[in-house]
């Protein structure tokens, strides 16, 4: 396990000036390898200033080859993207395009593998968040904790279904095939990553949970919502602890990248 902690002040809006303060656990749980991925953009004040901040995730793939090589390459790239922004770009498009431009180059080395994908940008106009696969983004606000991102799964198109009475809750839930990811980084087709296009504005105390499906198919929201609660400085410990503590004896790799609001 890892859990690290640094502090970057954030303007928001040329109003308010809140720090955000970043951990981030990550284990292999009982699988032979880790998959997963995840960085985090430089905390200098100077490229905060000029760039923003980003945390960034992957959760490599454990049906296909190489998911180590391809959640790190997804990271690696994601965070040099940032280094080089052109800020004229919208940050939603440059996120979206960013995910695009990453998926086409990955393709085009002949890699095997495939990655989930998150990334979270922080900066002056506000919070901005891209994902791509069933890695999450939680926002964690007054003790009630709502999913941002949407999972790019086979089920949330078998629910469009139920929505227009093609078929039932129990077909949805009954089909073996409903936990495969329709989109994800290595995809051979065109990727129409999730994400917003206003600025989330954070709130003091507000907190970003990023994370693989490895946390939240081990602790269900009431678990995840104890697991934000704990004081600033243990959360990222303790949730990893609350994971371990589930007893699943086929637990996935699991990430989560925590950004405090203060």
Known sequence: MMNNEFIIPLKIQNTTVLKITAESISCRGTR???????GFSSAE?????????????????GGLSDGALASGSFVSSMLEMHRS???SLPAHIFLKQAFQ????QFIASGAKGGTTAAAVLCLEAGIYWCSLGDSRIYLFRNGILTALSEDTDHLNSL???VIKGNMTVKQAFSDPKKDSLEQYIGYRGNISPDGNI???????????LICSDGVYNALNECRLCEAMSYRWGETAEK??????????????NFTALILNFS
């Open 32 to 38: 032979p390898y880790q998959e997963d991925s995840f």
């Open 45 to 61: 004040k100077k490229a905060v200033e000029k760039y923003g901040f980003s945390a960034v995730l992957g959760d490599g793939m």
């Open 85 to 87: 922004r052109d800020r």
């Open 101 to 104: 431009t990453i998926n086409r």
């Open 159 to 161: 629910l469009c279904g």
């Open 198 to 208: 206003r600025p989330l504005i954070p709130q003091k105390n507000d907190r970003l």
């Open 239 to 252: 949730l990893g602890k609350m994971v371990t503590a589930a007893g699943f004896t086929n637990q996935d």
